[in-house]
């Protein structure tokens, strides 16, 4: 069977992959998603669920006194793209070769950057935007419940020093986003990481952005 990806967010972050075509809609938790490289998102309109100690938790490290806030975008870069296609082949080369081709391109198309992505953070909340599409997550704070075709996954996002991680998991696999700025705070580099059951092993890549 071909590998279909949904990154919970967008990407958003380390936004974490189950492997399955689908949008993700948070359960118990009013939350955006966003598939973090490319699929459908739906949106819901209230307020993430806040977790006790989740802002003293993102205070604690230091990833809240960088300018994360912005618009940023992506530096068309042929290297970069050529390197995370040469990991999505490394990745799919055990499977069929009846499958692989097909299993390599849905993976190209789900892990392609945006051309424009948006971060806010405020406080403990931390806002991903793609496509006109937003995921709203508490740094620190439990991960939320999504769900999809019948499927459960979670998602979640914290401070790691001075970088944010957002993190997808679910049955049989999962999706790991950091976001770095550099020193002068104008470029953004995203560092993903994708494990599925699937796959010969992990998928890594990573995509280059600059400030608006």
Known sequence: MYLR?????QQ??????????ASCKATNHATELEPA????????????????????????????????????????DGQEQQERRKAIEAATQDM????RGTARKRLDERTAPPRELTLAVEGDRLELSRDG???????????VTVESNGQRGALSARCDGDRIIVKAKGDGGGRLTTYTLSPDG????????????RLAGP?????????K
């Open 5 to 9: 990806l949904i990154v919970t967010m």
């Open 12 to 21: 958003v972050g380390l936004a974490v992959v189950m492997l399955q075509a």
């Open 37 to 76: 490289s490319g699929t459908t998102i739906e949106r819901s309109t209230s307020e993430p669920a806040s977790t006790e100690g989740s802002l003293a938790a993102a205070e604690g490290s230091g990833c809240l006194a960088r300018g994360w806030s912005g618009v940023w975008l992506h530096t068309a």
């Open 96 to 99: 069929s070769t009846i499958f």
């Open 133 to 143: 599409n937003t995921i709203a997550l508490r740094l620190g704070a439990k991960p």
């Open 186 to 197: 104008r470029q953004l580099m995203l560092s993903v990481r994708v494990i599925n059951e």
């Open 203 to 211: 998928l890594s890549f990573h995509s280059s952005f600059r400030r």
